[in-house]
């Protein structure tokens, strides 16, 4: 969510009516913003206001004091919402951009309009350049899919091209910089800078994109600086906005979401001057688009949707306190007007979601669905027989957590996880609680395995080694948990029921959960049977008899300490491991005293 | 110790009294011990009376020690001297405290300085014999017998600084109600022995030290971020919810973003939000007919009367694999899965499980967590049944004034932000979102059209933080809490 901050007293006079904090507040929540806070900044020595407001991510319209003033002065029913006038000036006199087959492999769209006659003051100069940093941050993906100009078109001689060059070809003088660079020097002059991070999206291409003017001025190289030649300055009248972009449509509502801002500004308020881009294709379009249309809502829907009750003219006033102008055009039809501001709204949907908002969430009368379903926490099924050739079968364990049609199930894993986590409880351990994801350190090296034998699902994009891997196995945590209460009495019992992650080329993802149970105690003495006793007692639990069902076998395992291991077999198949931890995991983790450990997949008894 | 309680009860039997001061100094016993002794004895209620008494009293410096068993200085010096006299200059050399034992004895009138002697001052015995009172008086005053010592000669003592002035506390104790020279000792404990016939009946117990703690119970604990899943768990399968089964940490792009409508630009499918997988780094079982309705939905709208975003969508970005970021991504596989049923089933479903998110870590946020949601899906839902659900299920975790944000999320429309006033900050705290799902994201599952659904989600840590004072996440879930914290956790009871 984007926050803009804005000067208080700019944004009362634009709205027309001045707020206390907590009016203002209020009137924020009430429609969808949130006044985040309010601080005193110094601006040229004087004490200025400024409220810091977050906006919907959505609501490019609202980034800048002039929209938010606009929107929420309609939204108080102090003004109405502005008709743009596009001005598409005779062929011989319209402006013209022609788009360049080299810019194709780079960044192949270009759209373009002018302000004419612009009043800039201080204020509205720096909203007018916080407003397209606030777009480049947003909708335009930090510039890679859109990236704003603006230049003083008095300086410059039309027809303009749109081209891309080889950047050793190219020179021009950057904004604000006293001599002349190419391409390869621009990446230097800037490689420490604010504009470091857009770099990278051109910088290996063959062809860097730029604009030029009749007379071969560089207009700007985006999407990286503009040219020196025709910046902007308070005295600038006449305002030609270029953007460039990957992605057309954003570049169509980045362009409008400009000149419906700032139009407001021109001689002839809200007049918009079109100029006309021939694309590579050789098509003709004129921008800006202004995307304006029209939908078409039935009142009786609407209300049905919200849960309320008002006639077509509340409606139609409700809609126009969001912006949108609503008419009526029989009983129970409004077609109502989406201006080319309001490019959030796709669907009728979001029409519905301004109705309510016009009407109030905290308006609307609660009631209860009529939806009746019974809970169910287990398979509507009756719990099957165990039996090794059923349950080991991991497909089977996916299927039983499916959705069977017509027939909800419950998650029964959840439900066994819970009963076991009282049983464990009940035996004196106390329930940790880890984190699935660790370094590979952790699930490797420490357990004296090597990570390529191990089958972890690893994450591209680790911000810190503690997010390299998801575990394989509950110990780490549960290691990592005793080390961090090593000075509580001991001795220490822990446990955790939990999911663990398996890469597996069967799964329908490649990797899948396994429900784990493990148990640790830590004392001065191992004490092997005090864990095995846990196994039996869950086991007992879970109604599986000893020897004809569950049994322990010898197992070497470098993770536990040798001859002092075993695998736990349930009906034929390993289900897990128990034993005395080696005395070298023990002290991978920073332990001193024995560890005696037990993990085991609790899936097969479903 | 038994053996001095016995001595001290035979005593006051014979004496009727017994001040523990003077018993002390009569037997040479520490007097501290025979308090004690007297003290253990009084648990026993009524035999003894008892009176405090202080005592004033001195005590000898180290300096009056030495007189006391040696002789004053003077008289010393006096001892020193033989018959026949001795040289001034002698007699200084054999004691320390010469100097001040010769002019005391001086003073006494019991030596003389014969100063014309030819071999230099020569002192003498002046009378034959002396009595050394100084010593006299600090040995009675040790031995504490103070009756025959006046108090001039305290007071000179006192500003010889060789005695200072202590108060000393002694118990007069006398024979109680319940007096008796044949004290049983009381027991600890009943025991299985004493159950056999009567014995238990003629048993002393010894009184509870009721202002003690008990014995720590050896038991388990569960974890309390754990409880309150429980309890949350019952409050969906009180309202009818059905569990979803979310033990899938691992999914693609596809489920977990386009499906929900989440344009394939979104911020939060950046690297810096969501953990990308590098192995197994793609999906590439998906159901087809299903994947290619969801493109034309996010190219153009897809025919369900929608504007869609205008870009150009591309299956290998849906086939990246990610940890979730929300268990929304498990929501709509459900809700495709039962709209793939002949007949539609309105359903209510609920899910409690660990969600992942590339963020910056603080206070509050972690790279994991649990989220919870609740999901309805039927024909005709309305914003007022989301309102009316949400204050059932809020006013069960005890939160019964909400407010609700317009808000925006890339899958519901209308959205809304829950917040809950909360009596102990005074404050309006955020609590969760919650929406009606998109038309774009429901209509390529094929539901029906008229099917709307509702859903909600907030994180489990956060009312679980603000239920027990938690202020640091780190203090709640990982391998750093404190187990202390586990073990101390009361019970959990959600809507109080």
Redesign the interface.
């Known amino acids: ?1 984007p926050t803009i901050s804005v000067n208080r007293d700019i944004l009362f006079a634009n709205i027309g009516q001045k707020f206390t904090d907590s009016e203002f507040d209020n009137l924020c ?4 913003i ?1 006044l985040d806070d309010v601080v005193v900044e110094k601006v040229n020595n004087k004490d200025q206001t400024v409220y810091k407001i977050e906006i ?4 490019y319209d609202l980034l800048c004091v002039e929209g938010l003033g606009r929107a929420l002065s309609i939204f108080l029913q102090k003004t109405t919402p502005p008709n743009f006038q596009l001005f598409k000036p005779s062929d011989d006199k319209i402006h013209k951009m022609t788009v360049l087959p080299n810019t194709s492999p780079v960044r192949p769209f270009v759209v373009a309009a002018i302000l004419r006659n612009v009043n800039f003051s201080q204020q509205n100069y720096d909203s007018f350049i916080d407003l397209q940093d606030k777009l480049h941050q ?1 909708l335009c ?1 930090k510039r890679t ?1 859109v990236a704003i100009g603006t230049h003083d078109l008095d300086t410059l001689k039309g027809p303009f091209r749109y081209d891309a060059q080889r950047p050793a070809d190219l020179k021009f003088r950057p904004l604000n910089q006293t001599a002349e660079v190419n391409g390869v020097e621009l990446m230097e002059l800037y490689k420490e800078s604010h504009l470091k991070s857009y770099l990278p999206i051109i910088k290996d291409k063959e062809f860097y994109p730029i604009i030029f003017d009749s007379n071969n001025v560089v207009l700007s190289l985006p999407p990286i600086i503009n040219g020196d030649h025709s910046k902007i300055t308070l005295s600038t009248k006449n305002v030609l906005i270029e953007c460039t972009g990957t ?1 057309l ?2 570049c169509e509502i980045v362009l409008d979401t400009m000149v419906t801002m700032f139009s407001e500004y021109c001689a002839s308020k809200f007049e918009i001057e079109a100029v006309e881009v021939t694309h590579v294709d050789g098509s003709k379009h004129i921008y800006p688009k202004l995307c304006e249309r029209f939908e078409v809502i039935e009142t009786k829907t609407v209300n ?5 009750q008002i006639d077509d003219s509340k409606m139609a006033q409700l809609l126009a306190r969001m912006g949108l102008e609503a008419q009526l055009v029989e009983p129970n039809r409004i077609k109502v007007r989406i201006p080319p501001t309001r490019s ?7 029409i ?2 301004d109705v ?2 016009g009407y109030g ?2 308006n ?14 287990n398979h509507s099924k009756n719990c099957f027989q165990l039996n090794s050739d059923i349950v080991l079968n991991y497909s089977n364990i996916a299927e039983a ?3 069977h ?2 027939n ?4 029964e ?2 439900k066994l996880t ?1 009963l076991l ?2 049983e ?14 660790c370094s590979r350190e952790d699930v490797a090296d420490k357990l004296g395995k090597k990570i390529e034998d191990i089958p ?8 810190t080694l ?2 390299q891997v ?1 575990r394989t196995s509950l110990l780490p ?2 290691l ?2 005793i ?3 090593r000075n ?1 009495p001991l001795p ?4 955790e029921v939990s ?1 663990v ?1 398996l ?1 597996d ?1 069967e799964a ?6 396994e ?1 784990r149970l493990a148990v640790l105690s830590y004392n001065k003495q191992a004490g092997f049977e005090i864990v095995h006793g846990v196994l039996d007692k869950i086991m007992q639990s879970l109604e599986v008899p000893w020897k004809t069902g569950y049994e322990l076998k010898h197992t070497e395992d470098p993770t536990f300490m040798p001859g002092r291991c075993a695998a736990v077999y349930a009906y034929g198949k390993v289900i897990g491991t128990v034993g005395v931890l080696h005395p070298d995991v023990i002290h991978n983790f920073e332990l001193n005293l024995p560890c005696c450990a037990l993990e085991i997949n609790i899936e097969p008894f479903l | 110790m038994a053996d001095l309680n016995e001595e001290l009860l035979q005593y006051i039997d014979k004496n009727n009294s017994l001040d523990t001061l003077e018993y002390a100094n009569a037997r040479n016993l520490d007097h501290q011990k025979v308090i004690g002794a007297i003290k253990s004895l009084q648990t026993n209620e009524g035999l003894l009376k008892s009176e405090q008494k202080s005592t004033k009293s001195f005590v000898l410096n180290d300096e009056a020690q030495h007189i006391a068993k040696h002789g004053s200085h003077e008289a010393v010096i006096f001892n020193l001297i033989p018959d026949t006299g001795i040289l001034q200059s002698e007699l200084m050399s054999l004691n320390a405290n010469a100097k001040l034992g010769f002019s005391k004895a001086m003073a006494n009138g019991w030596i003389q300085l014969d100063k014309k002697n030819a071999d230099g001052p020569k002192v003498a015995k002046k009378v034959a014999k002396i009595n050394d009172q100084v010593k006299d008086i600090l040995e009675k005053i040790q031995n504490l017998n103070l009756s025959d010592v006046n108090d001039k000669s305290i007071q000179d003592l006192k500003k010889r600084k060789l005695i200072s002035e202590v108060t000393i506390n002694s118990i007069f104790v006398s024979k109680g109600d319940k007096f008796t020279t044949k004290l049983e000792k009381p027991e600890k404990e009943l025991t299985a022995e004493m159950l056999l016939g009567d014995a238990w009946k003629t048993k002393k117990f010894k009184e509870y030290n009721l202002d003690a703690l008990g014995t720590v119970p050896d038991g388990g604990h569960l974890h309390p971020l754990q409880k309150v899943r429980t309890e949350i768990r019952k409050i969906f399968l009180e309202m009818g919810f059905t569990e979803m089964p979310t033990n899938n940490y691992i999914e693609n792009s596809f489920w977990n973003f386009d499906a929900l409508f989440q344009p394939q630009q979104h911020p939060a499918r950046d690297a810096h939000d969501t953990f990308f997988i590098s192995d197994p780094s793609v999906s590439t079982t998906f159901p087809m007919d299903y994947l290619e309705r969801v493109k034309q939905t996010h190219m153009n709208g897809g025919g369900y009367g929608s504007q869609g975003y205008k870009y150009d969508w591309k299956i290998e970005e849906a086939q990246k694999n990610i940890l979730r970021t929300h268990t929304t991504a498990v929501s709509a596989r459900m809700l495709y899965k039962l709209a793939q049923s002949e007949v539609f089933k309105p359903t209510k479903y609920f899910s409690i499980d660990k969600v992942f998110r590339n963020e910056t870590l603080d206070a509050t946020h972690l790279a994991e967590f649990h989220q919870i949601e609740g999901v309805i899906a039927d024909y005709d839902l309305t914003l007022g049944d989301l309102i009316g659900v949400l204050y059932e299920f809020f006013s069960k975790l005890g939160m019964t004034e909400l407010r609700f944000k317009p808000a925006y999320n890339p899958y519901t429309e209308p959205s809304m932000e829950i917040f809950a006033f909360h009596k102990g900050l005074n404050k309006w705290v955020e609590i969760g979102n919650s929406g009606v799902f998109r038309p774009e994201m429901l209509e390529p599952m094929n539901l029906p059209k008229n099917v709307s659904v509702i859903a909600w989600g907030l994180s489990l840590e956060r009312p679980t933080m603000i239920k027990y004072g938690i202020n640091n996440i780190r203090d709640l879930v990982g391998h750093k809490v404190n187990l202390k914290m586990v073990y101390d956790n009361p019970i959990c009871r959600i809507s109080k």
């Open positions: 969510m929540f009430e429609f969808g949130e919907p991510a959505n609501r947003n993906r899919l992605d449509h954003k049905k949707k919200i849960g309320i959030d709204i796709l669907h009728a949907c979001d519905v979601e309510a908002i969430f905290n609307i009368g609660k009631t209860i669905p009529k939806t009746n379903c019974f809970s169910n926490e957590c499916d959705f049609l017509g909800i199930r419950g998650f894993l959840n819970d986590r009282l464990l409880a009940q035996c004196g351990y106390t329930e940790a609680l880890t984190f699935t994801l972890a699902v690893h994450i591209s994009n680790p911000k503690d997010f998801a945590g549960l990592k948990t080390a961090c209460s509580m220490l019992k822990i446990f999911d992650i890469n080329k329908e993802v490649g990797a899948r959960n429900r």
